[in-house]
């Protein structure tokens, strides 16, 4: 089953256009319009998408909508522990049991995106993967009987590379 790691796009700094916190950083038109590129990119490259996981910032959740939008899905579904810098060790184990036919997008950030995709990979604690904005990193998840999800790193991309793929 492949899973999506997508990080969120660019965003607007706290302190720009009334901004106070963090989870308030809405993206920028720039960011916007990336990720809707890198989208067409992903559907370029044949990528279908079953479901959205989603932080619940509003960066995340904006860059989920575009994803959303762009590959005609009704819903999606916000999960706390994909939060900015939140340990979710409670999620990252549930990916386990997500059926094997579904295409899973996971929005979120950095670095607990780039933690993922090490974990996934190496069974590794500790050891970071830059993904950058808009970026996405394919994974497919190894079906095993017992213990975390293991996975096969199939292709990182930046925004720059999927745009040109558009």
């Known amino acids: 089953m492949p899973i999506y790691l997508f990080r969120h796009g660019e965003a607007h700094a706290v302190g720009e256009r009334g901004i106070e916190s963090d989870a308030e950083r809405p993206l920028t038109p720039k960011g916007k319009e990336l990720t809707q590129a890198v989208c067409h990119g992903l559907r370029a490259l044949g990528v279908e998408c079953d479901e959205i996981w989603h932080s619940p910032l509003v ?11 762009e590959f ?3 819903k999606m579904v916000e999960q706390d522990g994909l939060a900015y810098l ?3 060790e ?5 990916l386990a049991d997500i059926p094997s036919d579904k295409n899973l997008f ?3 950030h950095q670095p607990q995106l780039g933690d993922w995709v090490v974990r ?3 069974n590794a604690r500790g050891g ?5 904005k808009s970026g996405v990193a394919r994974i497919d998840l190894l079906r095993s009987p017992a213990g975390p999800p ?4 199939k292709w990182m991309l930046n925004a720059k590379i999927l745009r040109r793929l558009a």
Do not use: C, D, P, Y
């Open 90 to 94: 409670h999620l990252f184990l549930s």
């Open 59 to 69: 960066r995340a959740k904006q860059t989920a909508e575009i994803v959303r939008r």
């Open 128 to 132: 970071n993967v830059a993904l950058s």
């Open 106 to 108: 996971l929005v979120g």
């Open 86 to 88: 939140t340990e979710a």
């Open 120 to 122: 996934l990979v190496s």
């Open 150 to 153: 293991r996975g096969e790193l």
């Open 72 to 74: 005609g899905l009704r």
